[in-house]
């Protein structure tokens, strides 16, 4: 694997950053061109040193992680909190400590590895991006942006965050705790639209700082303060770095009045059912017969619903005789 410099979100051991522009994009790119009110420059100064103190020790974050180490984690992280995240990815690295580990295998042993992490489509994802990059990169991943959004799988997201994470590329990495602490920082709403924006995209740009090692650790840091300080469901104000000029709060915290905020309802939806019927097939080393399935749901026609959704999306394959099983290839 090509040797990452060293991760930038390594936090308390990170060392010392360079000195924040003060005339760059984080001070100039803000007002009329971007949206954001004068009272949300500068931010990064401030959040990235608190992330030096406050940052969680998390294995993707040391250097022995290397680019493939936050590139499944970043997969894994995108949907699924940190705490459930933890063991599947130690294990994960344990057994495919290389991307052409992964690839050796049959994108079903990804799936079953992939437990209950949900959103199991990621696990045949990783492992497509796996196979791509040992076909076509000789097992390194690349830390070129253009090559990293020519995988398969990976997404603008994703590539941004492994080529800041892993590389300490300068690139604006919006996921939902960056969006949120910019819309109440900056924007002075209380939450960020359903779907990310062009405007949001335009905001986090500006917002980057010039220096790129200082990008990437702002990055991780404006991340950071999401998850555990401005978080959305009890924003910590009063140990929040840049509380004496976030907008939301300046402005009284006004509250949300934008489109309903999507749901995370689980309970009863066909995403239970297909959670069930994998499970049945991750226990089970080989083919399981229709009435094994039969037994997750009492509804059939909704089980019957998922468990083609499942054969659509590649997730299981069907046999003769009313057998299935996690995919082979
Ligand atoms: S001051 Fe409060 S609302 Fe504003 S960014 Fe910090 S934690 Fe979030």
Not at 149 to 174: D, K, N
Not at 190 to 199: E, M, S
Not at 263 to 272: C, F, M, V
Not at 286 to 297: E, I, K, R, S
Request: proline share 10%.
């Amino acid at each position: 694997m090509t040797a990452p410099t060293k991760p930038p979100h390594n936090g308390p051991s990170d060392p010392a950053r360079t000195a924040a522009s003060p005339g760059g994009p984080g001070t100039s790119g803000t007002g009329a061109d971007t949206g954001a009110p004068a009272s949300g420059v500068p931010l990064h100064a401030p959040v990235v040193d608190w992330f030096a103190e406050h940052a969680r020790d998390l294995p993707w974050r040391r250097p022995e992680a290397g680019a493939w180490g936050v590139m499944v984690s970043e997969f894994m992280l995108q949907q699924t909190p940190v705490s459930r995240v933890l063991p599947v990815y130690e294990q994960w690295l344990a057994r495919w400590p290389r991307p052409a580990d992964l690839a050796a295998e049959a994108p079903g042993e990804a799936v079953r590895a992939w437990g209950r992490l949900g959103y199991p489509r990621r696990a045949l994802r990783l492992h497509g991006a796996a196979a791509a990059i040992t076909e076509r990169h000789g097992g390194d991943v690349p830390s070129d942006h253009a090559q990293l959004l020519a995988l398969p799988g990976i997404g603008e997201y994703t590539a941004a965050a492994v080529a800041s994470f892993a590389y300490g590329q300068r690139h604006a990495v919006l996921d939902t705790n960056v969006r949120r602490v910019l819309a109440r920082a900056v924007t002075g709403v209380q939450y960020p639209p359903n779907a990310t924006t062009a405007a949001e995209r335009k905001l986090a740009r500006a917002l980057l700082p010039d220096d790129e090692a200082e990008a990437a650790r702002w990055a991780a840091a404006s991340m950071e303060l999401g998850a555990l300080v401005c978080t959305a469901k009890n924003e910590s104000c009063h140990r929040c770095p840049i509380a004496g000029r976030c907008a939301w709060r300046l402005a009284g915290k006004p509250a949300h009045d934008g489109p309903p905020r999507r749901g995370q309802t689980y309970a009863g939806t066909d995403r239970q059912v297909r959670g069930r019927l994998l499970a049945v097939l991750r226990e089970q080393p080989g083919p399981v017969p229709q009435a094994a399935l039969d037994q997750v749901w009492h509804e059939p026609v909704q089980r019957a619903r998922a468990l083609d959704g499942l054969v659509a999306d590649g997730l299981v394959e069907p046999l003769a005789d009313g057998l299935y099983r996690l995919p082979l290839g």
